[in-house]
Nanobody
Framework: QVQLVESGGGLVQAGGSLRLSCAAS????????MGWYRQNPGKQRELVAY???????NYADSVKGRFAISGDNAKNTVYLQMNSLKPEDTAVYYC??????????????????WGQGTQVTVSS
């Protein structure tokens, strides 16, 4: 099992910044892509940004130019730097990782894991 632990959420005024971190732990796994999603009550979870193991990134249009995702492959950690925050960025932010685990001697199994979520609240 690959577990994700998030940190860095909190309360900030509009225009401020926050940095989220997400660290993956487990045994015998490799990660292909890590990303951040967000969700508000009664709404679907939406993609914010993701980064591949090769360093390619993708962002939701609503955060382009304000958020930056980065990763540390050696630490299996992904970061989300959020600048110029707006009240509409308020949500629970979830980390996601997808990759492959080694099972037994030769077996492999793809996985997808979610973090527990961290609240980001932006006041106007």
């Amino acid at each position: 099992q690959v577990q994700l632990v998030e940190s860095g959420g909190g309360l900030v005024q509009a225009g401020g910044s926050l940095r989220l971190s997400c660290a993956a732990s487990g045994t015998r796994f490799s990660i292909d892509v890590m990303g951040w999603y967000r969700q508000n009550p009664g709404k679907q979870r939406e993609l914010v940004a993701y980064i591949t193991s090769g360093g390619s990134t993708n962002y939701a249009d609503s955060v382009k130019g304000r958020f930056a995702i980065s990763g540390d492959n050696a630490k299996n950690t992904v970061y989300l730097q959020m600048n110029s925050l707006k009240p509409e960025d308020t949500a629970v932010y979830y980390c996601n990782a997808q990759g492959v685990r080694t099972i037994g001697t030769w077996g492999t199994q793809s996985f997808g894991s979610w973090g527990q979520g961290t609240q980001v609240t932006v006041s106007s």
